[in-house]
């Protein structure tokens, strides 16, 4: 396979559970909750779906497991910060720990084991293509599944008249509440919604990038889905092109390492985390580019009738 054509299929592969992880946090902070638990979410969906993969064989199984598992979780986060009115910066850190917690206990005896031989994908005839083909044609279909998730949320958002209710929810839930809406629950269904996406994340990491559990497994990228949404200053697509270019970052990073490069291996590790603090600190510098879409009142408690 040509090598560019190799690192942008591989770019595409690693960013797919970037991508699926900052479009579900895009509904929540669209509807105004701020959930910093996706790093917990992905790994107890992670292992759910290793677990049910694992037990029954079935990829399909798996990934429905992991994003029942990931809506459950933001359920329990939902009811928390909507209707009890917890902090949702240290409810969403409590999940983020609670998350990586359980996901060790309820994976220790999975701990080594791996997923048999995986099924490969291709698209006939369109695999043939020169160079495209390789590049884009040969991917597990949850990579293909991101982009239509994408175009359909944001088809949602900008041209459907429920996504201009929860946009206007985002923004300022009053005026929403007083026409009757019943606000607190569209948040929730909009978390709920958040969290099975970062769970089909959580499970893309143990069923098809590395098809195995070890602790912690999706290795802090629900903190770079995070960092991801602002990126993206709250747009979909956006979203999806960050969530490649941080792909690339991965995939060259273990490229080099694959080399010898006569760098430390630790470092080149943590490309991926400084690229996102770099790219953080870069677009910070314009408080204007970070204001620019951000929901008025992303974090905020909504308290009808006070």
Not at 62 to 70: D, E, H, I, S, T
Request: hydrophobic letters at 55%; one cysteine or more; a positive charge.
């Amino acid at each position: 396979m040509n090598e560019t054509a190799l690192l942008i299929n591989t770019a595409l592969a690693s960013g797919t559970t970037l991508a699926l992880a900052a479009l579900g946090l895009l509904i929540n902070e669209r509807a105004g909750v701020l959930n910093l638990g996706a790093e917990g979410m992905m790994l107890v969906a992670a292992v759910a779906g290793f677990a049910i993969a694992f037990t029954t064989g079935s990829d399909t199984l798996g990934f429905a497991a992991a994003a029942l598992a990931g809506a459950a979780l933001a359920a329990v986060f939902g009811l928390l910060v909507i209707f009890l009115n917890t902090n949702q910066y240290a409810t969403g850190l409590a999940l983020s720990l609670f998350g990586y917690g359980f996901s060790a206990f309820a994976g220790v005896g999975m701990v080594g084991k791996s997923l048999s031989a995986r099924e490969q994908h291709a698209i006939p005839l369109l695999l043939e293509l020169p160079f495209v083909g390789p590049a884009l044609f040969s991917h597990h279909p949850m990579v293909y599944g991101a982009m239509v998730l994408t175009a359909g949320i944001a088809w949602f958002f900008y041209r459907t008249r429920a996504g201009l209710l929860l946009r206007a929810i985002g923004e300022n839930p009053e005026p929403a509440h007083a026409l009757g809406y019943p606000v607190r629950l569209i948040r929730l269904a909009a978390v709920c919604a958040g969290g099975a996406l970062c769970g089909l994340a959580g499970a893309y990491v143990s069923l098809v990038t590395a098809p195995l559990w070890v602790e912690g497994l999706t290795a802090g990228r629900g903190w770079i889905a995070l960092a991801l949404t602002v990126f993206a200053t709250w747009r979909p697509a956006r979203a999806l092109m960050g969530a490649y270019l941080f792909g690339g970052v991965t995939v060259l990073q273990l490229n080099l390492q694959a080399q010898g490069v006569a760098v430390s291996s630790h470092i080149l590790t943590m490309l991926p985390y400084i690229a996102t603090i770099v790219v953080l600190a870069l677009i910070s510098r314009n408080a204007a580019f970070i204001r620019l879409n951000m929901p008025a009142s992303l974090g905020k408690p909504f308290r009808p009738g006070s």
